[in-house]
């Protein structure tokens, strides 16, 4: 880091206003547990990041988010909640895979 940059961040009350941060990249795929197929409209929250999908989307997301381990939240109308967590690392992307929330209506 160059002297000047390092001096910047020290003095910011904010360091990620400078663009200087540890992040990573969470994706994943959310789908309907008995057909497979997206879900119309879903909210997703990773690590206090929040994501809509709609259907265009096709039930794929990609979050940039803090490293660590962060709490992984998916809401959709009709469907049970997901709650869980994932690690994500500097720099690297961690895929949460494919996450099926079963229909809560009838059917």
Not at 47 to 66: A, H, I, N
């Amino acid at each position: 880091m160059s002297g000047l940059l390092a001096l910047a961040v020290a003095c910011s009350p904010n360091p990620n206003a400078l663009g200087v941060t540890d992040t990573g990249t969470v994706t994943g795929r959310v789908v309907d547990a008995k057909t497979q197929q997206p879900i119309p409209t879903v909210v997703i929250n990773v690590g206090g990041q929040t994501r809509y999908l709609s259907p265009s989307d096709q039930g794929g997301f990609t979050v940039q988010v803090q490293i660590g381990t962060q709490p992984v939240l998916i809401h959709s109308p009709g469907y049970s909640d997901y709650s869980g967590s994932i690690v994500v690392r500097k720099g690297e992307t961690s895929d949460i895979g494919l996450i099926g929330l079963a229909s809560t209506g009838p059917g």
